[in-house]
């Protein structure tokens, strides 16, 4: 969805540069079911022209009825859609559901146009930005983000919404466990990468909108194949592809790393990586190995589980203690 939210942000800029006031609104949290996330985008100017998604319809109509009736009119308003006790939304979502909503009204001056180009710079990959937003005061600023964590927090009335490139799943290898890896990282939102030389590997697979890269994996991730948005994943069982793949994805800025194996093959394999590939004790802990997590996953789509499910848990920041 980081696409779309990335045309949000280029329609809002155009909008701003032509002279016109946005609107722009941020899913905030959803209580219950609801078709988008927290901070999902939505844009709209004073014609009623928008674009983006906040659920699916209803919600959109809703705010745009408002829109056009005079509200939010203040620099920053809070909405909660669904819950019945909002004057300013009173509408039931079909789904149950309960959004609330993030509406700011940006003018069109050059402060505002220069905010919505850094956001265009994260949403492309360039850096990752937390947006401190001071919901009292209407204030915001602009902070790098390090580190990983939920798309959106309170803390103390502000507001902290990350804003990066499309989480990206780079799977080095085919396996039957990457082939389940590659349908889950889609089905939640990552941009699905398979680096995969092998033809003889890849006759007779299908993976629709599964990007193909007919390199080594480690050759790609030294090409610059990984941002700090990107899990890395070796399933393959071949230390040619899987080893290499770790060598060069502890050099690189991925946030996840995580390579398949028994314990005792994973205990042979850091030695090698230790003693041949020359990897320090600091290089070898950012791999996960044994990967994913520990759910008694036996066949190659419950393995496949554990792992997306790993790598979402290190996305949220929630150590293993946790859980």
């Known amino acids: 969805m980081q696409q779309l939210d990335l045309q949000v942000i280029e329609q809002a800029l155009r909008w701003s540069v032509a002279g016109e006031r946005v609107w722009l609104c941020t899913v905030l949290a959803t209580y219950g079911s609801a078709p988008r996330g927290p901070g999902a985008l939505l844009v709209a100017n004073a014609s009623g022209q928008w674009l983006g998604s906040l659920s699916g319809g209803c919600v959109e109509d809703d705010f745009l009825a408002q829109l056009q009736a005079g509200a939010f009119a203040e620099p920053i308003s809070l909405v909660r859609y669904g819950s019945g006790d909002e004057p300013r939304a009173n509408i039931r979502l079909p789904c149950g559901g309960v959004l609330e909503v993030l509406v700011e009204n940006l003018a069109a001056d050059c402060s505002v146009q220069e905010h919505l180009r850094q956001l265009q710079g994260a949403l492309q990959g360039q850096r990752r930005l937390i947006r401190a937003i001071d919901v009292l005061r209407g204030t915001r600023l602009l902070l790098d983000d390090h580190s990983q964590g939920p798309r959106v927090e309170r803390a103390d009335g502000t507001l902290r919404l990350r804003i990066g490139a499309a ?39 299908q993976l629709p909108d599964i990007e193909l890269i007919r390199l080594l994996p480690s050759r790609f991730i030294a090409e610059g194949g990984c941002h700090r948005d990107t899990a890395v994943v070796a399933s393959t069982h071949d230390p040619r592809l899987d080893d290499l793949a770790m060598l060069e994805a502890v050099r690189s800025p991925a946030f996840y790393i995580g390579v398949m194996g028994s314990r005792i093959t994973t205990e042979k394999r850091l030695e090698r990586l230790r003693r041949v590939g020359g990897l320090s004790e600091a290089e070898l802990a950012r791999i996960q190995a044994p990967i994913g997590l520990n759910i008694g996953s036996k066949t190659p789509a419950e393995i496949a589980l554990s792992v997306l499910a790993d790598i979402v848990r290190v996305r949220n920041n929630i150590a293993r203690e946790q859980l």
Request: aromatic content about 10%.
């Open 167 to 205: 989480q990206r799943l780079l799977l080095a290898g085919y396996s039957s466990v990457s082939h389940f890896c590659a349908e889950f990282g889609k089905a939640l939102g990552f941009e699905v990468l398979l680096c995969e030389p092998r033809e003889e590997v890849l006759a007779g697979v």
